[in-house]
């Protein structure tokens, strides 16, 4: 894969060119921006993937839910469905995309799920049938005909956009300019440890404009893994060898985690929103206990009979009490 990237990058130039006049024609509102009446949150990212959109995603239904009518909208990404989706009981990874169909297995009881390719036409459904007072855009960062009242981008601590280029040959999927229309930036899956310096020497890197605010957030994982029937602490594994199975696009943290609890597994690594086969399956099926992440679960747990499928959660944590009170304050000023 990297030898084709190193092959392509005389084709960097020309991604470079038609997202940069994408982006300057929507700055000069020759492409038009819709807004709504409405406060719009949009988490996304300049990377291709792995930044930790998912588990922001939920932060902010956490810090929201309780106080605002929510609803989350994605686009749906590897569904077999088109157009817009709400999701209900009916609902599966299949219809509206494994992330979404996890935000709904976790909140369906506080938070309004669904999918359009189209984002203007999914929140002015959403508006009519729901009357969210809040909505959440889930990887909508470059989706410009939406202009969101408040841009949260993610950028990863060992891989900031900073240093990459954009596709095919790097992972940006725009310029490293579109990072101006963020109003928070939040480095994601710092070490525990990061230091003060660290920070300062991030912040330095990344150049922020005088409107943007830096967070930095790491990664919690629960001491328990989680199945249909049952829940085992993270410890008792040991006394297991375990099949762990990904299909995330950067695994290695989860992958660094599981060993330094000192645990004895096998690992089967399969490409983002990985589409298992019926061979696949089959092969897992003969597997004695599989250990998998959150995204992967809500879509193997339906076509696996094998009980001992369980998933380790994961949470994203911010220790700067600042961030939460921008995105209330955001919603606050908006409401009044």
């Not at 949009?42 to 922001?56: E, Y």
């Not at 506080?110 to 969210?132: C, H, M, Y």
């Given at each position: 894969?990297?030898?084709?990237?190193?092959i392509l990058f005389p084709f960097v130039p020309i991604y470079y060119l038609v997202t940069?006049?994408?982006?300057?024609?929507?700055?000069?509102?020759?492409?038009?921006?819709?807004?709504?009446?409405?406060?719009?949150i949009c988490v996304g990212n300049l990377s291709a993937g792995g930044t930790g959109k998912t588990p922001m995603t939920e932060y902010l239904i956490r810090l929201l839910k309780d106080k605002n009518k929510i609803a989350?909208?994605?686009?749906?990404?590897?569904?077999n469905t088109n157009g817009f989706v709400i999701a209900n009981f009916n609902t599966t990874a299949e219809i509206i995309g494994d992330e979404p169909f996890q935000f709904y297995s976790k909140f369906s009881k506080d938070v309004t799920i669904a999918v359009s390719e189209n984002r203007q036409e999914g929140i002015e459904k959403l508006r009519d049938l729901k009357s969210p007072e809040v909505i959440i855009l889930d990887d909508a960062y470059q989706h410009r005909k939406v202009k969101a009242g408040f841009n949260i981008l993610l950028t990863t601590h060992d891989d900031l956009y900073i240093e990459d280029i954009v596709l095919p040959t790097g992972n940006l999927r725009e310029p490293r300019a579109g990072a101006k229309r963020a109003d928070v930036i939040v480095v994601t899956k710092c070490p525990n440890n990061l230091s003060s310096n660290d920070k300062r020497l991030i912040e330095k890197q990344l150049q922020l404009h005088k409107n943007q605010?830096?967070?930095?957030?790491?990664?919690?994982?629960?001491?328990?893994?989680?199945?249909?029937?049952?829940?085992?602490?993270?410890?008792?594994?040991?006394?297991?060898?375990?099949?762990?199975?990904?299909?995330?696009?950067?695994?290695?943290?989860?992958?660094?985690?599981?060993?330094?609890?000192?645990?004895?597994?096998?690992?089967?690594?399969?490409?983002?929103?990985?589409?298992f086969s019926e061979k696949e399956i089959e092969e897992l099926e003969t597997k004695q206990f599989i250990v998998t992440t959150e995204k992967d679960y809500v879509r193997l747990e339906s076509k696996l009979e094998n009980s001992n499928l369980f998933y380790l959660p994961i949470e994203s944590e911010i220790d700067d009490?600042?961030?939460?009170?921008?995105?209330?304050?955001?919603?606050?000023?908006?409401?009044?």
């Amino acid at each position: 894969m990297k030898l084709v990237r190193t092959i392509l990058f005389p084709f960097v130039p020309i991604y470079y060119l038609v997202t940069w006049l994408r982006n300057k024609l929507y700055d000069l509102e020759v492409f038009k921006s819709k807004s709504y009446k409405l406060p719009i949150i949009c988490v996304g990212n300049l990377s291709a993937g792995g930044t930790g959109k998912t588990p922001m995603t939920e932060y902010l239904i956490r810090l929201l839910k309780d106080k605002n009518k929510i609803a989350v909208l994605s686009r749906g990404y590897g569904r077999n469905t088109n157009g817009f989706v709400i999701a209900n009981f009916n609902t599966t990874a299949e219809i509206i995309g494994d992330e979404p169909f996890q935000f709904y297995s976790k909140f369906s009881k506080d938070v309004t799920i669904a999918v359009s390719e189209n984002r203007q036409e999914g929140i002015e459904k959403l508006r009519d049938l729901k009357s969210p007072e809040v909505i959440i855009l889930d990887d909508a960062y470059q989706h410009r005909k939406v202009k969101a009242g408040f841009n949260i981008l993610l950028t990863t601590h060992d891989d900031l956009y900073i240093e990459d280029i954009v596709l095919p040959t790097g992972n940006l999927r725009e310029p490293r300019a579109g990072a101006k229309r963020a109003d928070v930036i939040v480095v994601t899956k710092c070490p525990n440890n990061l230091s003060s310096n660290d920070k300062r020497l991030i912040e330095k890197q990344l150049q922020l404009h005088k409107n943007q605010e830096l967070y930095f957030s790491t990664i919690k994982y629960s001491n328990e893994i989680i199945s249909k029937t049952e829940t085992i602490s993270l410890q008792g594994l040991k006394e297991k060898k375990f099949t762990l199975v990904t299909g995330i696009a950067k695994a290695d943290l989860f992958l660094e985690y599981l060993k330094s609890q000192n645990l004895d597994f096998e690992h089967l690594n399969f490409k983002d929103h990985h589409n298992f086969s019926e061979k696949e399956i089959e092969e897992l099926e003969t597997k004695q206990f599989i250990v998998t992440t959150e995204k992967d679960y809500v879509r193997l747990e339906s076509k696996l009979e094998n009980s001992n499928l369980f998933y380790l959660p994961i949470e994203s944590e911010i220790d700067d009490k600042e961030f939460n009170n921008s995105i209330i304050q955001f919603i606050t000023n908006f409401k009044r």
